[in-house]
């Protein structure tokens, strides 16, 4: 064929080359890992009777935790005191093994009163989000900042760690702005809680984030970007996520050899609404970040001893600590008080 009719084909298909990154059709087949317990904890790693956790009324919610040079850090939500859900704080947390925990500092917080009375532009904040820059060599942090305290308006707010470097992951971190929120572009499937969670993670040259919003089931979206920094842009096509039916929040993504798989905040399977479940987390998995399997279960808390919360919130991070196992932290509420400990399982990566 002549070189003119190469660049003509071209031309007709570029508008669908274009789209791609927007648009995508959710996988059909299960995921293609599957997790086994290998080493199960008993009780949590972090507790009401921890001495950091002191001053911290219900303990704790969702972000992340990243590994840095043997050393682990925690980002996490401390649900610090009344109004439940509204005083706040993101706090930062390390540890040489996953189990012994110093907290080291407080990142955010929120006093329990309203913006009129505060003139802060959110009322509580969740789930923070460390992500490394490689183009600034800086960390960059998301949260979730909600307008009501209760949980309506979600925000996503961006803050970049004024150390550079990977040893710049304590901070201090500078806001620079919100980055995804209730607007015009918002979808049919979102709702008044506004933007829920936001996990960004890259796919070759882009960037790709897990978004969640709540209107009649709690779902989640993709949006993408050219810079982590943004401006972020909502898939066009896809949304919401068919992983789940009913209800998932939080998704967390790591990349596993040729696979991303996401782990996020599940439900009893089958349930029409909501309902807590006390053993299983989330998970699905990828081979182009894009088309993501429906949702498989990892038990977290077998019966027995280790299963000592009756509602297992967010999970918080998969850990390679190579040999194909991996860490999972994760929140949870106890079973016999109003706290929720952060507590931990190692698992055995199955092919």
Known sequence: MKPFRWVAIFCLLW?????????????????????????????????????DARGN?????????????????????????DPFWVKMRLAHWTSPDAKQWKRVSTLKE???????????????????????????????????????????????????STVAGRGGIGGPYQDVGIILQPDAQSQPWEGGQGTDSFFPYRVKDRWYAFYGSHKIQWEVGLAHSRALAGPWKRCAQ??????????????IVTRIDDLYVAIYDCMTTGAATYKPDGSVVGFTSSTDGVHWSPGGRIVAQPPGVANWSKDIRTPLCLIDEGGGVYTMLYTGQDKHRRFWPVGMIRLKLVK
Request: overall charge negative.
């Open 57 to 81: 009324k219900y303990g704790f919610e969702g972000g992340t935790v990243v590994k840095i040079d043997g050393t682990y850090h925690l980002f996490v939500a401390e649900m610090v005191g």
């Open 238 to 251: 896809g949304n919401p996520v068919p992983i789940e039916t009913v209800f998932i929040e939080n998704p």
């Open 15 to 51: 508008p669908v080359i274009a789209n791609a990154a927007e648009s995508y059709n959710p996988a059909s087949t299960p995921p293609s890992v599957r997790f086994e317990s290998h080493e199960i904890f008993n009780r949590p790693v972090i507790d009401a009777d921890h001495p």
């Open 110 to 160: 929120t006093n329990g009163k309203r913006r009129a009375e505060t003139g802060l532009p959110y009322e509580s904040l969740w789930a923070p989000m460390p992500v490394y820059n490689d183009g600034d060599e800086r960390w960059d942090l998301f949260s979730v900042a909600y307008d009501r305290g209760e949980g309506g308006g979600g925000r996503i707010w961006h803050a970049i």
